[in-house]
């Protein structure tokens, strides 16, 4: 019989850990400190593996049904479901570490061996101080110069900006 909300919320901590099962591999653990989570049991070849979806009430029964019905669809087409969210989460840490402000210290380490000090300095400064508070967590691939000056008004070194900009 499948888990209800009701079910869920009246599940009370036990000395040891209980599992309230769904079907399908899919269940509830309940933890001695009173954690509800959200599991999938699944074979894959020879090994038994459980796919952790998320702690209840942060992730509603509904999202964690269908979430396990993803990762049935993923085990049907042959592949592990924990792979494929192991592989999404290194995606997604890739794509937050390829920001624009990243982008630009890689180039400025590049460049300032051919700098003087004072012109090294000078260039970083100017862009923390003008450009990097617009850009900081924007994805490089999606940043334009115009698009930076429509939002945020030129500052009095706005030639030097755009020059550094282009650069990068």
């Not at 099962?21 to 074979?43: C, E, N, W």
């Not at 009095?156 to 020059?163: C, D, I, N």
Request: aromatic share 8%.
């Amino acid at each position: 019989m499948p888990l209800t909300d009701r079910q869920i919320k009246n599940a009370k901590p036990a000395a040891k850990a209980y599992k309230l099962a769904d079907g399908r591999g899919f269940y509830l653990q309940v933890t001695p400190a009173g954690g509800k989570l959200l599991r999938l049991k699944y074979r894959i070849g020879n090994k038994e593996k459980l796919l952790s979806i998320g702690k209840y009430p942060f992730i509603s029964l509904l999202e964690a049904r269908e979430a396990a019905e993803s990762a049935c669809r993923l085990l049907a087409a042959g592949q592990d479901p924990g792979e494929a969210k192991k592989q999404a989460k290194q995606e997604l840490i890739a794509a937050l570490q390829n920001t624009f402000h990243n982008l630009a210290a890689e180039w400025y380490e590049h460049q300032r061996a051919g700098w003087t000090a004072g012109h090294a300095t000078k260039v970083w400064r100017s862009f923390e101080a003008d450009i990097r508070p617009a850009l900081v967590h924007r994805q490089e691939l999606k940043c334009t110069v115009r698009e930076i000056l429509l939002e945020h008004p030129p500052p009095l070194h706005a030639v030097l900006q755009k020059l550094i900009m282009q650069q990068i």
